[in-house]
T-cell receptor
Framework: AQKITQTQPGMFVQEKEAVTLDCTYDTSDQSYGLFWYKQPSSGEMIFLIYQGSYDEQNATEGRYSLNFQKARKSANLVISASQLGDSAMYFCAMSQFYGQNFVFGPGTRLSVLP | SAVISQKPSRDICQRGTSLTIQCQVDSQVTMMFWYRQQPGQSLTLIATANQGSEATYESGFVIDKFPISRPNLTFSTLTVSNMSPEDSSIYLC????????????FGQGTRLTVV
């Protein structure tokens, strides 16, 4: 069974600074995908970044990068130059490579301070 | 990418009644997924809806409580039946981008409050 752990229920970061949100996962699958989603208070789920288990390079999408350490089974999200609009819940998720059936972590609430 | 329209966006319902949530996708997709997010919690998969077959439910979710229809490749409904306050949650439908990044696209969610 797949499992996602996010050990930081809440995080604070100063505006314009970088922040790392932790995510570790557990799976016996060889092929899988790792995702990060942002959920603002309005409730919608916003896709941020994806990392495939066979991708050798860390994924990057604008201010978002994923620090993928396969041996440690970690997939931390790094947000550079935080903005006030980054304040939201952040979920790490995993899916089987050829299906969806996402498993979500418990989430981290990020608050960006002015 | 896929654009998903989910209706209603929110509702307040009396206990014992049922609510049907609609999910419309702007392209044909094989699988649609329904999630529940209880207050302050993460998302939990309720079921996978395939066109032309019965939905596949996850452990802890049953068809009598959460009947799902999938009449075609762009539309699905989830009904929350005989509601109780414990059903107060956000319900989200989702589809997968099989050809691209494999990200999941989500509807805007239905915020349900049962009183």
């Amino acid at each position: 069974a797949q499992k996602i752990t996010q050990t930081q229920p809440g995080m604070f970061v100063q505006e314009k600074e970088a922040v790392t949100l932790d995510c570790t996962y557990d799976t016996s699958d060889q092929s899988y995908g790792l995702f990060w989603y942002k959920q603002p208070s309005s409730g919608e789920m916003i896709f941020l970044i994806y990392q495939g288990s066979y991708d050798e390079q860390n994924a990057t999408e604008g201010r978002y990068s994923l620090n993928f350490q396969k041996a440690r089974k970690s997939a931390n999200l790094v947000i550079s130059a935080s903005q006030l609009g980054d304040s939201a819940m952040y979920f790490c998720a995993m899916s089987q490579f050829y299906g969806q059936n996402f498993v979500f972590g418990p989430g981290t609430r990020l608050s960006v301070l002015p | 990418s896929a654009v998903i329209s989910q209706k209603p966006s929110r509702d307040i319902c009396q206990r014992g009644t049922s609510l049907t949530i609609q999910c419309q996708v702007d392209s044909q997709v094989t699988m649609m997924f329904w999630y529940r997010q209880q207050p302050g919690q993460s998302l939990t998969l309720i079921a996978t809806a395939n066109q032309g077959s019965e939905a596949t439910y996850e452990s802890g979710f049953v068809i009598d409580k959460f009947p799902i229809s999938r009449p075609n490749l762009t539309f699905s409904t989830l009904t929350v039946s005989n509601m109780s306050p414990e059903d107060s949650s956000i319900y989200l439908c989702s589809v997968e981008d099989l050809m691209g990044s494999r990200e999941a696209f989500f509807g805007q969610g239905t915020r349900l409050t049962v009183v």
